[in-house]
């Protein structure tokens, strides 16, 4: 059983940044499809951004493209959402989800098998 705890949220002002992290446990396959998803009251889950884990393949959601970026380390188990430029409407929840093979990246994460418990990120303009 793959468990996914999530860390690094908090409250910044626009324009700041945050690093969200992830520690995942429990892994029974080689690779996985990894992702962050966000949740905003009232809207959609969104994907913003995910890698496959066995060869580093990236997907990023067109609204955080070139402001946030994913990255792991293997050797922690550790799934990092590096994100920049923070703006007002990046505000929500952000989890942590992975999936087991077949996988895709992105979309809204219904798929997805394993979740973790969220993390809030809240940007105040």
């Known amino acids: 059983q793959v468990q996914l705890v999530e860390s690094g949220g908090g409250s910044v002002q626009a324009g700041g940044s945050l690093r969200l992290s992830c520690a995942a446990s429990?892994?029974?396959?080689?690779?996985?499809?990894m992702g962050w998803f966000r949740q905003a009251p009232g809207k959609e889950r969104e994907g913003v951004a995910g890698i496959w884990t066995d060869g580093g393949t990236t997907y990023y959601a067109d609204s955080v493209k070139g402001r946030f970026t994913i990255s792991q380390n293997n050797a922690k188990n550790t799934l990092y959402l590096q994100m920049n430029s923070l703006k007002p409407e990046d505000t929500a929840m952000y989890y942590c989800?992975?999936?087991?093979?077949?996988?895709?990246?992105?979309?809204?994460?219904?798929?997805?098998?394993?979740w973790g418990q969220g993390t809030q990120v809240t940007v105040s303009s």
């Open positions: 429990g892994y029974t396959y080689r690779s996985y499809c």
């Open positions: 989800a992975a999936d087991r093979p077949p996988c895709t990246l992105g979309g809204h994460g219904a798929e997805y098998d394993y």
